[in-house]
């Protein structure tokens, strides 16, 4: 598979891959359209993202709204991917990222593997070990210990690799029993890219080191370098190729010409989401924002970026809070971000 890569004294080649996640309701991203209007936008969105050169669009894989529960719609993530599989031609598809125990494993590789086949071999696995605690519980999945949910985690992932890898799998584990399930059809290409999200040093980056063709952490400078260096310790201990796994990372998007625009913009989305949830609550959203490395003016996110890449980081996914209202943040993006690092 392709990677983003720097090529030391000699020069340097950079060739940074850009996913997009369409707004499905969970960020409160697509309140003021009426629920019977939503599918038109997001899917608009995509075909948008399709023609403007992006390589994959993405969803949430969650059932409330952050950073609280309201009555808001939260469109589910597996009902898109199928509906994205059937009405764009080229982008990849992707979760980021389904949370393991929301569905059973076995159950959840037949999806994929339909929804892939419906794609024409498009769909890319996201897959963590969840962590809305709220959202959880309001479905009755209670909420296991975080060392549960990563023993799921890592049982799911085995069950679906020899799903899809052999069309049949058997697995004994202590969370999820399979007995000869058989997949079939199996995915356009015998497998699906797996993209293992999360940061835990001690659990997730192992079973990422084990598993993955892709991981998805902490996406500021300090603490994607340290993240690295830890997935490059569990890739030596388990005698895997460290550069075969793709590093990615999610960025918040305030872009705007001038850092006034982007004070302007960044007010906006504070109000905007205190209609729906209480100030401070709202306000504490904006800290996934001010200061990360995708909020500025389009010099400022194009040298954040450029030195994301020098650390590895090839593959951005990028969430844009108000483009179910308004493109243009995402036109200047495409227009002249993602040229510059491509």
Known sequence: MSRGVRAGALGSVVRMRFGLFIPQGWRLDLTGIAPAEQWSVMSSL?????????????VYDHFHTVPMPTDEATHEAWSL?????????????GQMCTAMSYRNPMYLAKV????????GGRVQMGIGAGWYEQEWR?????????????????????IMKQAWEGGRATFAGKHYQVDDAICAPQPVAGRLPLWIAGGGERKTLRIAARYADYT???GTPDGFAHKSSV??????????????????????????????????????????????????????????????????????VIDNLTALADLGMSYGIFYFPDIAHDSSSLDLFVNEVMPALR
């Not at 995509?46 to 993405?58: K, L, Q, V």
């Not at 309001?138 to 210990?145: C, I, K, L, R, V």
């Open 231 to 300: 997935l490059q310790q569990h890739c030596a201990d388990l005698g895997r190729d460290y550069d075969s796994i793709v590093r990615s990372a999610n960025y918040n998007v305030v872009l705007a010409e001038t850092t006034d625009e982007v004070e302007q913009r960044l007010a906006a989305l504070e109000e905007r989401l205190a209609r729906h949830v209480p100030a401070e609550a709202a306000k504490a959203s904006l800290g996934a924002f001010r200061g990360m490395p995708a909020v500025g003016t389009p010099s400022q």
């Open 46 to 58: 995509a075909t948008s993202a399709e023609e403007s050169g992006w390589d994959s669009i993405w």
């Open 81 to 93: 991917v199928s509906a994205f599989a059937a009405t764009t031609s080229r982008v990849d598809i």
């Open 112 to 119: 994929a593997a339909t929804a892939d086949l419906i794609s």
């Open 216 to 218: 998805n952490f902490d």
């Open 138 to 158: 309001a479905y009755g999945y209670g909420f296991p210990s975080a060392g549960e949910r990563l023993a799921r985690l890592d049982e799911g992932v085995q």
